[in-house]
């Protein structure tokens, strides 16, 4: 079955750097406070994590991610809105979720280095933070104890997702 995409491959450039590096760092912290998980975590934790992300301005209508690709990031949506899409086994591209300010994507990528589960847009102009795969595992390994509180994190989204996505399939189970 030939695999149809009906999201546009973002351009080169799409997603506009808005800053890393030392410089930017204090702006990165500040960003990455406002995301739901990294409340707790001290200045210092932040600035460490903040160490390995970069932060992007995301124009309305460009791709993020298509379902199927392999370039996974760690990232968390600061300003905006992200619509999430999946394609059926009739190739019919579903709506599943919107991603509102202070939300986590991409997570479950870097973890199980699969290729994405879903297709990421902007629904309107956006500014998120990310960090590679590479970084992800780099900062994890840097120090235990911020890893620990990392993958915990991730842990407790991916057991709410779960939660979530077998509350709505119950009723759809018949015996």
């Given at each position: 079955?030939?695999?149809?995409?009906?999201?546009?491959?973002?351009?080169?450039?799409?997603?506009?750097?808005?800053?890393?590096?030392?410089?930017?760092?204090?702006?990165?912290?500040?960003?990455l406070r406002k995301?739901?998980?990294?409340?707790?975590?001290?200045?210092?934790?932040?600035?460490?994590?903040?160490?390995?992300?970069?932060?992007?301005?995301?124009?309305?209508?460009?791709?993020?991610?298509?379902?199927?690709?392999?370039?996974?990031?760690?990232?968390?949506?600061?300003?905006?809105?992200?619509?999430?899409?999946?394609?059926?086994?009739?190739?019919?591209?579903?709506?599943?979720?919107?991603?509102?300010?202070?939300?986590?994507?991409?997570?479950?990528?870097?973890?199980?280095?699969?290729?994405?589960?879903?297709?990421?847009?902007?629904?309107?102009?956006?500014?998120?933070?990310?960090?590679?795969?590479?970084?992800?595992?780099?900062?994890?390994?840097?120090?235990?104890?911020?890893?620990?509180?990392?993958?915990?994190?991730?842990?407790?989204?991916?057991?709410?997702?779960?939660r979530s996505a077998?509350?709505?399939?119950?009723?759809?189970?018949?015996?």
């Open positions: 079955m030939e695999n149809k995409r009906v999201f546009a491959v973002p351009l080169p450039g799409a997603l506009e750097l808005l800053g890393d590096g030392p410089s930017f760092q204090d702006t990165l912290c500040g960003m995301v739901k998980g990294f409340e707790d975590f001290s200045q210092p934790e932040l600035a460490s994590i903040t160490r390995h992300m970069k932060a992007y301005r995301v124009p309305e209508g460009a791709t993020i991610s298509l379902e199927g690709d392999r370039n996974s990031h760690f990232s968390a949506l600061i300003e905006g809105r992200i619509c999430v899409y999946k394609e059926d086994s009739n190739n019919a591209v579903k709506l599943l979720s919107v991603i509102s300010p202070g939300r986590i994507f991409g997570e479950i990528s870097v973890i199980d280095d699969h290729p994405y589960s879903a297709s990421l847009v902007a629904e309107s102009d956006a500014i998120i933070v990310r960090m590679t795969q590479e970084s992800f595992r780099q900062c994890v390994n840097e120090n235990s104890a911020i890893g620990v509180r990392l993958l915990n994190l991730v842990a407790q989204l991916l057991c709410g997702r779960l077998s509350g709505q399939l119950v009723d759809y189970i018949h015996f």
